[in-house]
């Protein structure tokens, strides 16, 4: 057979060739593929056979034409993975001890050689990064004293009333003083643990869930009772409930109720409202690591939190590394005396 002269032929063989090319990475999604005149010229095809075999790849769904630029390689659709099976919780207090496997975590969660996916780490160019850098050069530079300026104990107050306004997103009604400034969310989680545990406490935890909330409750000496969770739903408060009945040295419940990581589930409304009530009747802190909160899809509104007990704490982050968490204890004194 002539694979020059056959030209439906000829035009798909050579959408294979380029699809193989394609399917090993020859070219990554988001390069531009040769041009239609220099295969033509290279491999001694009509530009016609080339368009048509650039047309049949398009087809498929593996490149996409941008005008007077050329062909390019398409981002692969994301295959929807079934979700994780649900397991049943195991009762079970136990010490929390992390191996060497977190600190492994950690260095390939900072490489910048591939996509590190165990820390929940933005990539630079999806996030807003030199508007930041503008904004906090440009206040640097308005507030020089601020910045070498040994700061209130609970974080600039300009910062907290912005918060307190801002949280009004999450279902919440707070006051500038009832915020705490925190570097991190990690620091306000240890904050709030020290708060409401002490050493030979239990805190009720999702499973899986973060390494690093589980790292503090290691160095706060706590143990945990590991919940089981539903990829979709998140932990069931019939668990929680009978876990509080058979562990009296319960203290704390520490849950990412939105976006958790690293299942994504979100706690419903509705089981947020139960809970609040279970935990309020059982006096237990509820601890709301709400990192991921504002990571909603633009077209839906932001997930409450459950945030109404007399001894909840929020623990939420404006993220991109900056660092900056915010923390609500409607229990300020306990707080502050951590300060
Ligand atoms: C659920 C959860 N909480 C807290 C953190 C840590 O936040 P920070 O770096 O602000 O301490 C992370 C980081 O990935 C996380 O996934």
Not at 169 to 191: K, R
Not at 303 to 324: E, H, K, Q, T
Request: one cysteine or more; glycine letters at 4%; a positive charge.
């Amino acid at each position: 057979m002539n694979l020059k002269t056959d030209r439906p032929l000829v035009y798909s063989r050579l959408a294979e060739l380029l699809s193989t090319q394609i399917a090993a990475n020859t070219y990554l999604p988001g390069d531009r593929l040769p041009s239609v005149r220099e295969l033509a010229l290279r491999h001694s095809y009509s530009m016609e056979t080339v368009l048509r075999a650039f047309r049949l790849l398009e087809d498929r769904g593996l490149v996409e034409p941008r005008p007077r630029s050329g062909f390019f390689v398409r981002h692969r659709d994301i295959r929807a993975l079934p979700p994780p099976s649900t397991q049943s919780t195991i009762f079970h207090a136990t010490n929390v001890e992390l191996s060497a496997l977190r600190h492994q975590t950690i260095l390939f969660g900072t490489a910048t050689d591939f996509v590190p996916l165990s820390l929940t780490l933005p990539s630079p160019d999806i996030l807003p990064t030199r508007q930041l850098i503008q904004s906090i050069t440009s206040v640097a530079r308005r507030f020089p004293g601020e910045v070498v300026r040994q700061g209130e104990p609970a974080g600039a107050s300009k910062l907290r009333q912005q918060l307190a306004r801002r949280v009004s997103e999450c279902g919440c009604f707070l006051t500038p003083d009832d915020f705490v400034v925190t570097v991190g969310a990690s620091e306000a989680i240890n904050l709030a643990l020290r708060a409401c545990c002490n050493p030979g406490d239990i805190v009720l935890v999702e499973s899986p869930s973060y390494f690093g909330t589980l790292e503090i409750i290691e160095s706060l000496n706590l143990r945990v009772v590991e919940l089981a969770t539903d990829p979709e739903q998140g932990i069931s408060v019939q668990d929680v409930a009978k876990a509080l009945s058979r562990f009296p040295r319960i203290r704390a419940c520490l849950f990412v109720t939105n976006h958790s990581n690293p299942l994504g589930c979100t706690l419903s409304p509705e089981n947020k409202q139960q809970l609040v009530q279970l935990l309020a009747k059982h006096q237990v802190a509820l601890i709301e690591d709400d990192v991921f909160g504002d990571l909603h899809q633009p077209s839906k509104t932001r997930p409450v939190v459950a945030n109404w007990l007399p001894v909840s704490v929020l623990a939420g982050l404006l993220r991109a590394n900056i660092g900056i968490a915010f923390s609500n204890l409607n229990r300020p004194a306990a707080w502050r005396r951590l300060l």
